[in-house]
């Protein structure tokens, strides 16, 4: 019996299950969540808390909806909130959608502060569905809700500088966003090193995203046009030193940058296995 268990060899697989749309249902989770709050409570816009809510309940349950194998037991997925970050994550983004639909048509300030909780509920869902797969240890860190928390406040920020170019609010929303890209990077970089140090399954995950198949989409997209780029921009607009309608642009580039950031997340996932 003891030859036979020498004989089984404990190596590392990629997951697959997780690609390009739950990237996208994540992002969108993210992105108008954020936008909702950032139009809510720091550059007022109701045309783009709108956005934030279609975004939100449209975009992302598309994509989600899109990935499912079996799409006529969808309404089969939101029944396990004990057990499932995804049913929680269902229900909070319906929740959101009402809420948030009744702070538009109401001047009563309760249903925005009670959108803006469900909104900060679907930014931690986008990590918490990660972040409780044991299976991959990559994921398994309380660190990617906070991540995601800061990725959805900086994707509201960059969608409503493509939004509303000009509008009140939007000098502290330079601020705000800049703080944002400094505490983000701040936190991908001590999630990298955490993983380094971690199970073997983790650390694989760390140099697949640092130094390997996923080392040029990280470094050009997510550090390089998500992050660095838009804060030197950022910082140029906010001295006056920036070209008119570059806030556009720094808010095209951290979407792009946060969407390969989810995707790389996903593709560096590997869980170990038994041969």
Known sequence: ??????????????????????????????????????????????????????????????????????????????????TSWISRGILLIILFT?????????????????????????????????????AIPFWNTPLLPLISIVYALMGGAAALFALAPAGSGLATLEIVEMGLIVVCTILIFTYLMTMSSSTVAARESTSALVFGRLAGAFWV???????????????????????????????????????????CLLRAGVRLAVA
């Open 1 to 82: 019996m003891q030859k036979e268990l020498n004989e089984f060899i404990v190596g590392t697989k990629t997951q697959q299950e997780w690609r390009w749309l739950i990237a996208i249902a994540l992002f969108l989770a993210g992105v108008g969540s954020g936008l909702f709050i950032m139009a809510a409570w720091v550059a007022p816009s109701p045309a783009a808390r709108l956005a934030g809510i279609i975004i939100v309940a449209v975009g992302s349950s598309l994509a989600f909806f899109l990935d499912l194998n079996r799409k006529s037991q969808f309404w089969r997925v939101m029944l396990r909130p004990r």
């Open 98 to 134: 009402i809420f948030g639909i009744l702070s538009l048509i109401s001047s009563s300030p309760v249903f925005v502060w009670a959108a803006t909780i469900c909104a900060v509920g679907v930014m931690m869902y986008s990590g918490f569905v990660l972040s409780y797969s044991p």
């Open 221 to 263: 997209m997510v550090v390089g046009v998500g992050l660095l780029l838009p804060f030197i921009l950022a910082a140029l607009a906010r001295i006056g030193l920036a070209v008119s309608g570059i806030l556009v642009l720094v808010g095209v580039m951290e979407l792009a940058g946060a969407l390969t950031f989810r995707y």
